[in-house]
């Protein structure tokens, strides 16, 4: 039970708290049902982040510190490859609306093919002060991840300033253009797939769970043999059966396995500059005396029947005590801190995630 030195209407945060048991209790009732899709990867697809040093033109004023050489340079370098090249670097002391930037590009996951593209970010190097109203010109990105000196893509457009508190960054929608295809691999070695369990759901039971729901499966059976093995609390080796001869088929039946959860793990996340309260799964906590600006909270276990077996204490639930802080109109910012101080304390039994 909960203990207030606060004097609100109890009434009210006891029917709350009312509501949010029965409400838990019904939903905890209930089995979580998803596809092996939606909590897992498969290694070998993930993202590529293309880099690259490009130029912004058509600045007004706001571009580079005049006579910076760092400009200078590949500004010269990019018109003598336009065919109007200058007789001396002094010709370029003014700069104003010419500004160095770094260009990224991220390749999905799922790889990309030449000819395609997608958007592109660009940000100041050397003291621009914006770059509102100007254009990329052509700029190569290369993968730090590919030994071979290969240009991948070639950036330009439009800049998009996406946030006018920060014009230093912006956004060329669409502005890569790739001139090779990416291929992901999805085999990491002949005829086996390693499935990667989302990091905020990875543990030894959900790979257990869903290698037991992979192997399972009437459309993946292989005359008996075990096809998914889990081998650690983040993958699960698959071996693709000898009736599949493509492996993207046999990746498209795997992902579509529907997984009976092993339950939402006990995880309270928390977001200061959000002001937000996430709290998953069954999360207890400890009998605690709590005092917190004018507040003052006394957790205490209430006395529980259990048959033959006697009387024991029974722990609180944490979304009950989130539920009456709230209806006494306590300030967000304050639970959290509580949150915080509960979990250093060692009474709060669950997964702490501050973001």
Do not use: W
């Not at 209407?9 to 029917?15: E, T, Y």
């Not at 982040?49 to 010269?76: E, K, M, Q, S, Y």
């Amino acid at each position: 039970m909960f203990r207030f030195s606060q004097q609100r209407d109890c009434l009210r945060v006891l029917a709350g708290v009312f509501v949010l048991c029965l409400t838990a209790t019904l939903s905890q009732s209930a089995l979580a049902i998803t596809r092996v899709g939606e909590i897992c990867t498969i290694a070998g697809q993930s993202e590529l982040t293309l880099r690259g040093i490009g130029l912004v033109v058509g600045l007004n004023g706001t571009g580079d510190p005049d006579g910076n050489a760092a400009t200078i340079r590949p500004f010269a370098a990019y018109l003598k490859l336009a065919n109007n090249p200058v007789l001396s670097q002094d010709e370029l002391k003014n700069l104003g609306s010419v500004a160095v930037v770094e260009v990224t590009a991220t390749v999905p996951r799922h790889g990309i093919s030449k000819g395609q593209k997608i958007d592109c970010y660009v940000s100041t190097l050397f003291g621009a002060e914006s770059l509102a109203g100007g254009r990329l010109v052509v700029a190569p990105l290369e993968s730090s991840s590919i030994a071979e000196d290969l240009v991948l893509a070639v950036a330009s457009g439009s800049i998009e300033i996406e946030d006018t508190s920060h014009p230093t960054s912006a956004r060329v929608s669409n502005g890569a253009l790739m001139s090779h295809t990416i291929d992901m691999n999805i085999e990491y070695k002949p005829r086996h797939l390693r499935l990667l369990i989302k990091r905020q759901l990875a543990d030894f039971a959900m790979a257990r769970e869903i290698a037991n729901s992979i192997n399972t499966f009437s459309e993946l059976q292989n005359n008996g043999q075990t096809v998914a093995t889990p081998i650690s609390s983040v993958a699960i080796d698959v071996m693709i059966p000898e009736q599949y001869d493509n492996p993207v088929e046999f990746a498209a039946l795997l992902m579509d396995v529907v997984v009976v959860d092993v339950g939402n793990r006990a995880r309270v996340v928390v977001n200061t500059k959000q002001s937000t309260i996430v709290v998953t799964g069954n999360v207890e906590i400890s009998p605690v005396a709590i005092a917190h600006r004018n507040l003052n909270v006394e957790i205490a276990d209430p006395f529980v029947d259990v048959g033959n077996q006697g009387g024991r204490q029974a722990p609180q639930q944490l979304a009950d005590l989130v539920t009456a802080l709230n209806q006494l109109k306590v300030p967000t910012a304050d639970i959290i801190a509580i949150l915080r101080n509960l979990h250093e304390s060692g009474s709060l039994h669950a997964e702490f995630i501050e973001l």
